[in-house]
């Protein structure tokens, strides 16, 4: 499974932003998708997670009823509303065929986007 994240740029504080997550490869359609995020000096961190088949989303508690994790075929989105300056990071994608939706233990990881978000 090979992953490409995309989407990223600069936005001021309350703005929006859609990230978008390319898979390849046959299994990458029944895999758990998540996003995850590394500011400056800080550890990775989870956002937001969707599981194969039943659509489960699980969201960190610190964007929860702005972002929205979807997936479509190969691709998987993060939608992103009402930013904020401390949502600046590198955002990641990550696939992963089982196992803890919120930990950083997924097998497959895309390449980061820079999110950054101006007061």
């Known amino acids: 499974v090979q992953l490409q994240a995309s989407g990223g740029g600069q936005v001021q504080a309350g703005g929006s932003l859609r990230l978008s997550c390319a898979g390849s490869?046959?299994?990458?359609?029944?895999?758990?998708i998540g996003w995850f995020r590394r500011a400056p000096g800080k550890e990775r961190e989870f956002v937001a997670a969707?599981?194969?088949?039943?659509?489960r989303s699980v969201y960190a508690d610190s964007v929860k009823g702005r972002f929205t994790i979807s997936r479509e075929k190969n691709m998987a989105y993060l939608q992103m509303n009402s930013l904020r300056p401390e949502d600046t990071a590198v955002y990641y994608c990550a696939a992963q065929s089982a196992g803890d939706m919120t930990a950083p233990t997924y097998g497959y990881w895309g390449q980061g986007t820079q999110v950054t978000v101006s007061s």
């Open positions: 490869g046959h299994a990458f359609r029944s895999y758990t």
């Open positions: 969707i599981r194969w088949g039943e659509g």
